[in-house]
């Protein structure tokens, strides 16, 4: 079946822009992740949802990044007036249920490059 | 959740030979300790994991240990293949999931 799909893979923003990244789950998980992959690090977690319920945002490093999952389903990271120090891959992954401890399936990642 | 320690950050072998990597944790609420392979331009991908009412668990060439009293847990890869490179990440915790720096596994054909 489908995995994990991100979009769109590669994104080159200038410093100031807005971008809006977007994660399609597998269909039927019920929690979702965002991570923040800096060059040559482990993932970091940034927040989670249950549905449509953000229930962990205590990882988005500033005000300047909004996440949503307004259907429970398709989820969008948006981070406004991008600086340089934004530059990652952003990773989503989702799970089944909302049981803790469950294995996280993870798709491809969007690169942002932020000039 | 606190951080996860995982050494060495690189590791090279020969086809054949054995690979360990390690991971310590600090806080004694974890529960779930995955291990996960990410190649180049993908996302991670889970290969292994443990619970901790389990002190070891095997699946084909790879093996995971948890020593839940010391806080380290160690992924063992045994007949490594050139197929077998890639960085490898320990991760801790339930739904906020830890992750460790990552091992550069490179295996020598």
């Known amino acids: 079946g489908a995995g994990v799909s991100q979009s769109p893979r590669y994104k080159v923003a200038k410093r100031g822009q807005d971008v809006a990244l977007r994660c399609d789950p597998i269909?039927?998980?019920?929690?979702l992740f965002w991570y923040q992959q800096a060059l040559g690090q482990g993932p970091e977690f940034l927040t989670y949802?249950?549905?449509?319920?953000?229930?962990?945002k205590s990882g988005l490093p500033s005000d300047r990044f909004f996440a949503e999952r307004p259907e429970g389903s398709v989820s969008t990271l948006k981070i406004q007036r991008t600086q340089q120090e934004d530059s990652a891959v952003y990773l989503c992954?989702?799970?089944?249920?909302?049981?803790?401890?469950?294995?996280?399936?993870f798709g491809p990642g969007t690169r942002l490059l932020v000039l | 959740g606190e951080n996860v320690e995982q050494h060495p950050s690189t590791l090279s072998v020969q086809e054949g030979d054995s690979a360990v990597i390690k991971c310590t944790y600090s806080?004694?609420?974890?529960?779930?300790f995955p291990w996960y392979k990410q190649e180049l331009g993908k996302g991670p991908q889970l290969i292994i994991d443990?619970?901790?009412?389990?002190g070891e668990k095997k699946d084909q060439r790879i093996a995971v240990t948890l020593n839940k009293t010391a806080k380290h847990f160690s992924l063992h890869i045994t007949e490594t293949q050139p197929e077998d490179s890639a960085v490898y990440f320990c991760?801790?915790?339930?739904?906020?999931?830890?992750f460790g720096a990552g091992t550069r596994l490179t295996v020598k054909p």
């Open positions: 443990i619970r901790s009412n389990v």
């Open positions: 269909s039927g998980h019920v929690s």
């Open positions: 806080d004694s609420a974890s529960n779930y």
């Open positions: 949802f249950q549905n449509e319920a953000q229930l962990d």
């Open positions: 992954a989702s799970s089944p249920g909302g049981g803790l401890g469950e294995t996280q399936y």
């Open positions: 991760a801790k915790g339930n739904n906020d999931m830890r």
